[in-house]
């Protein structure tokens, strides 16, 4: 079955420093890959997305992500965070496939310390 | 003006009452989505429907029903609202065409009493 696993619920990480959010998922076929960002009292919007080729994929607000098909990983990244980076990250998988829909991960919580 | 919107925003019910929540888009797409929000769980699939005559259920279609009015239109309904429904909930579209991509609404969070 499809699925997508965020193994870190929360995570405080000091303004400046650096982030990986940690995405694995579980899917037959060739996966589309998505980050999502949800601030508070918003909607989501996406980050970033893979459908095919270069593997490290460039986002909007600084992040990247890279997929690896051998880890079935496909992680974001941000080599320096702001206190405006707070918010809850969804990993979400698809495929070009007619009946389809995301597969969403559960989230991870995004604390920015001072 | 947004290109995915939901009213109402905020709603608080009571138990046993119907209500219906609104999805309207203007970006064209065919595909559009009802999905749930809870704390801890992500967002769960409710109901989708990729063109006016194709409504299919989602993981959790139990105690929803869905209209789809218009391509631009995707309604939700508790029939009969009840208190574990109090949740957030987000309509989505994507183009029929392509990799999947979603454009979320806002959300409505609903408050079942």
């Known amino acids: 079955a499809q699925s997508v696993t965020q193994p870190d619920i929360h995570i405080t990480v000091s303004e400046g420093a650096s982030l990986e959010l940690r995405c694995n998922y579980s899917?037959?076929?060739?996966?589309?890959l998505f980050w999502y960002v949800q601030s508070p009292g918003q909607g989501l919007q996406l980050l970033l997305k893979y459908f095919s080729g270069d593997t490290l994929v460039q986002g909007i607000k600084g992040f990247e992500a890279e997929f690896k098909r051998s880890q079935s990983s496909f992680n974001l990244r941000k080599p320096s965070v702001h206190w405006s980076d707070a918010a809850e990250y969804f990993c979400?998988?698809?495929?070009?496939?007619?009946?389809?829909?995301?597969?969403f991960g559960k989230g991870t919580t995004l604390s920015v310390s001072s | 003006d947004a290109d995915v919107t939901q009213t109402p925003r905020n709603r608080i019910t009571k138990t046993g009452k119907r209500i219906m929540l609104e999805c309207s888009q203007t970006?064209?797409?065919?595909?559009m989505y009802w999905y749930r929000q809870d704390p801890g769980l992500g967002l769960r699939l409710i109901y989708y429907?990729?063109?006016?005559?194709?409504?299919n259920k989602g993981e959790i279609s139990d105690g929803y029903s869905v209209s789809r009015q218009a391509q631009a239109k995707f309604s939700l309904s508790l029939e009969s609202a009840i208190p574990n429904q109090t949740a957030l909930y987000f309509c989505?579209?994507?183009?029929?065409?392509?990799?999947?991509?979603?454009?979320f609404g806002p959300g409505t969070r609903l408050t079942v009493l």
């Open positions: 429907s990729f063109d006016v005559k194709d409504i």
């Open positions: 899917y037959g076929a060739t996966p589309y």
């Open positions: 970006k064209g797409h065919d595909r």
């Open positions: 989505a579209t994507s183009p029929a065409r392509g990799y999947n991509e979603q454009f």
């Open positions: 979400a998988v698809g495929a070009f496939q007619a009946g389809t829909a995301l597969i």
